[in-house]
């Protein structure tokens, strides 16, 4: 059985992830494609335009054979985190599989390179990544000035762009967990990840978001497919007020306790809070050069959803779950082919719940924490233990 794999946000899916999609059936030419996608919140730390469900419909409607979430704690954490939390659900799956990546650049052998540097830090590395984030610069380009000065021979345009970095971070896992995944990468077209410039049909998620945001939906209709488009909402949903409450209720010490809150960080956001109105106005003033706003709105959702650093390991060192959200129909042996041969339970009902133990099962509680929070935030009404077959 060879299945490809592809781990998404589709935020809203587009003609670029719908092309992603065909170009792995048509060169590939796979038994089965399977995706691996964030639920209702995603690695921006923001709340995903449209539910979970939705979301894994358009993927299926698009070409996927089957949807697996990426569970909440992986995937509103940062790179390399979120990427090892899919490798590590992925490599339990069975066959021959292959992840295909949407890049900027690069191929299979510049990624192998780069992610085997980044998992061997010398001595030199680190002391020049030291140097460069006493800088006051962000961690991501520290590391990639360190290397630049270091040049021994890695694409440094790997480490610049968001696609690139998580295919990085996707190769990196695979050899540090020696899952037998080969990877793939093919280059994106169209507006890149960042962009947010509107274009005729290849527009980028967040340029959709964007146009959302100002009220022109009308604008995007062919940049996606229309089964998408007819589920867009109006507005983009937002949880900025319970956000805010659970920054003021969360004391330091539990802040302090979120990933990639520290150097005192939790102090910072502590003090913004007394002198702002809104969340925005928070993170505008949190947000510095060495602190990014997506790091800060990361951290933000960590604290409205109870995700602590600690957590996350543990979530990582532990047998997990794969849930389905989502597969086609007829997919049923490729389902039951997973549940005979996977060593972690298969979620396709609320039944299927009772056999977690332990990490696995608070793991699932965020997954239903983080449902509960957008179907209240997003006047939606979703159940956690349905899937969809189409």
């Known amino acids: 059985m060879k299945i490809c794999l592809a781990v998404c946000e589709y935020n809203p899916l587009h003609n670029g992830h719908v092309k992603h999609l065909q170009t792995i059936k048509n060169e590939l030419s796979p038994d089965y494609v399977v995706v691996i996608m964030s639920g209702n919140f995603t690695q921006r730390g923001e709340m995903a335009i449209t539910d979970k469900f939705t979301r894994a419909k358009h ?37 021959e599989k292959t992840l295909c990546f949407g890049c900027e650049s690069g191929d299979a052998q510049s ?17 020049l990544l030291k140097a460069h984030l006493d800088k006051g610069v962000s961690f991501a380009k520290a590391k990639v000035s360190a290397l630049e000065e270091m040049d021994i021979g890695v694409d440094i345009d790997l480490l610049k762009s968001p696609n690139n970095i998580l295919g990085v971070e996707y190769t990196r896992a695979i050899a540090e967990m020696n899952a037998d995944i080969a990877v793939y990468p093919i280059l994106r077209s169209g507006g890149g990840y960042n962009d947010e410039n509107m274009y005729n049909d290849l527009s980028s998620a967040a340029a959709i978001r964007k146009a959302i945001a100002e009220g022109k939906r009308r604008k995007i209709k062919g940049n996606v497919p229309d089964f998408v488009y007819e589920d867009l909402p109006e507005t983009l949903p937002s949880a900025d007020n319970l956000t805010f409450y659970s920054l003021i209720a969360n004391d330091k010490r539990t802040l302090k306790g979120i ?54 390991e543990r979530c ?29 339970p298969l979620i396709t009902r609320k039944n299927d719940v009772s056999s977690l133990r332990s990490t696995a099962r608070e793991c699932f509680e965020k997954d239903v924490l983080a449902n509960d929070v957008f179907n209240f935030a997003a006047h939606t009404s979703t159940n956690e233990y349905m899937m969809i077959k189409i």
Do not use: H
């Open 111 to 127: 990624f192998e390179f780069a992610a085997k540097t980044l998992s061997n830090e010398s001595k030199r590395f680190k002391t």
């Open 316 to 344: 990582l060192r532990s047998k997990l779950y794969l849930n389905v959200l989502a597969v086609r129909k007829g997919g049923e042996e490729l389902l039951s082919q997973i549940a005979q041969n996977c060593q972690i």
């Open 259 to 312: 990933a990639d809150c520290t150097e005192g960080l939790e102090n910072r956001i502590k003090a913004c809070l007394k002198s702002s109105g809104t969340l925005q106005e928070v993170k505008d003033k949190v947000v510095t050069k060495r602190y990014t706003a997506t790091r800060v709105s990361r951290i933000m959702t960590a604290s409205l959803l109870g995700i602590s650093a600690d957590f996350v």
């Open 59 to 95: 993927a299926v409607l698009a070409g996927a054979d089957a949807v697996f979430e990426l569970p909440t704690v992986f995937a509103t954490a940062n790179a390399e985190t979120f990427a090892k939390g899919a490798i590590k659900l992925l490599k339990e799956l069975p066959g």
